[in-house]
């Protein structure tokens, strides 16, 4: 039988190779970086020329496909390089439901792309700094994402999507996981929960490297490909109780990640001064 010949990166992996091996995956990440900016400025550029066209509701919606679209692409053809491999088709399902929050659990900077890839109807409620962003503000803006304001004015903009039968992207930890500290969810999700009577949808990404976590260089390689899964999760119906919501996300969050947790940060005056808005 013939033996196939090694790959680019099996022949790198020789302990001899090491510094080349380095070289190869900086290349490869460099590599990756240039083509999301790339396609971010022609995403970027292209919203804006077809936006002069568009205006009111059309207008998001367009926002929102496009960057499904582009990302959906960057993805494929980073895939296709081998520098990741994915395996996050099952969030698909939710194109099906209408008016969810999805509530993953945050490993990586990539976690917000490879869940907008996927759904046409996804809004992210994303840092107010994000939205000014040079490469992915303006499409952002375009699409109607959300900025993480103030309790009252996220709680108000959340409904708002959830009544127009979108879903709403909020991440409880309201940043990147520390790999191995505690579990630490925040309260925003379960005031904008109860606020906006919606159901909760958890969301699992799973991946095998730190790559692009929390205290990891942007410019540090990883050991190329990089692998993620989203899985879907528990379902919870809408909470009656913030507090209590928040206590038993983080339980079957902690359960399903096998982490310890903290106390949920959510107090009665924060509860009552979002809830009793009109």
């Known amino acids: 039988m013939r033996q196939k010949p090694s790959s680019p990166g099996r022949l790198l992996r020789n302990p001899i190779l090491h510094p080349f091996k380095t070289a190869f995956d900086f290349c490869i990440l460099v590599l990756g970086l240039l083509l999301l900016t790339a396609m971010l400025i022609v995403g970027t550029s292209y919203l804006v ?6 205006r009111g509701r059309a207008r998001k919606q367009l926002g929102r496909v496009t960057i499904m679209r582009f990302f959906r692409c960057y993805l494929g053809i980073l895939d296709t390089l081998h520098i990741v491999k994915l395996d996050i088709a099952e969030v698909d399902r939710l194109r099906s439901d209408s008016g969810l ?17 996927r759904l046409p109807n ?5 840092k107010a700094e994000v939205l ?57 999700l379960g005031v904008i929960a109860k606020r906006t009577e919606a159901e909760v949808q958890t969301l699992i990404i799973e991946t095998d490297s730190g790559f692009l976590g ?44 096998n982490r310890e947790h903290k106390s949920p940060k959510v107090t009665d005056a924060v509860v009552d001064s979002v809830t009793l808005q009109n």
Do not use: W
Not at 101 to 117: M, R, T, W
């Open 214 to 257: 929390k205290g990891h260089h942007i410019l540090r390689p990883p050991e190329f490909p990089v692998h993620f899964r989203i899985r879907l999760g528990k379902r919870f119906p809408p909470p009656d109780n913030a507090k209590l919501f928040m206590k038993e996300l983080e339980d079957y969050f902690s359960h399903v990640l």
């Open 49 to 54: 020329l077809a936006c002069v066209f568009v």
């Open 122 to 126: 996804v809004v992210s409620i994303m």
């Open 101 to 117: 929050i999805l509530a993953p659990n945050h490993p990586s900077l990539l976690d917000a792309l490879l869940i907008a890839s």
């Open 132 to 188: 000014k962003n040079v490469l992915f503000g303006k499409g952002a803006q375009i699409a109607g994402y959300i900025p993480n304001g103030s309790m009252r004015d996220l709680a108000n903009s959340a409904a708002e999507e959830l009544v127009q039968g979108n879903h709403v992207l909020l991440f409880p930890e309201g940043t990147r996981t520390v790999k191995g500290m505690p579990l630490d969810l925040k309260g925003s």
